[in-house]
Nanobody, 117 residues
Framework: QVQLVESGGGLVQAGGSLRLSCVASGSPFNSLAISWYRQPPGQQRELVAHISPGSSIDYADSAKGRFTISRDNAKNTVYLRMNSLKPEDTAVYYC???????????WGQGTQVTVSS
């Protein structure tokens, strides 16, 4: 069973930065394509960024130019560096993994990011 543990959320002022981490266990890390999603209050969950096992990267338009996703295969960790944060970035951020060999999907428990104006 794949387990995903997020950390790094918190309260930050507009214009500030945070780095989220997602540590994966229970499966070879290079078998996992990992994404960050977020769910703002009262809204649906939305994709923020994605990184494949080979480090191909995609971003939602809202993240382009401000957020950077990366993976450290030695630490079984994916990071989301968020700069120039805005109040509208306030959300619970979730780590999501799809295992390549069986297409199983897995979610972390989420970490709260709050951006004050």
């Amino acid at each position: 069973q794949v387990q995903l543990v997020e950390s790094g959320g918190g309260l930050v002022q507009a214009g500030g930065s945070l780095r989220l981490s997602c540590v994966a266990s229970g499966s070879p890390f290079n078998s996992l394509a990992i994404s960050w999603y977020r769910q703002p209050p009262g809204q649906q969950r939305e994709l923020v960024a994605h990184i494949s096992p080979g480090s191909s990267i995609d971003y939602a338009d809202s993240a382009k130019g401000r957020f950077t996703i990366s993976r450290d295969n030695a630490k079984n960790t994916v990071y989301l560096r968020m700069n120039s944060l805005k109040p509208e970035d306030t959300a619970v951020y979730y780590c999501f993994a799809r295992r390549t060999w069986d297409a199983s999907v897995h979610w972390g428990q989420g970490t709260q990011v709050t951006v004050s104006s």
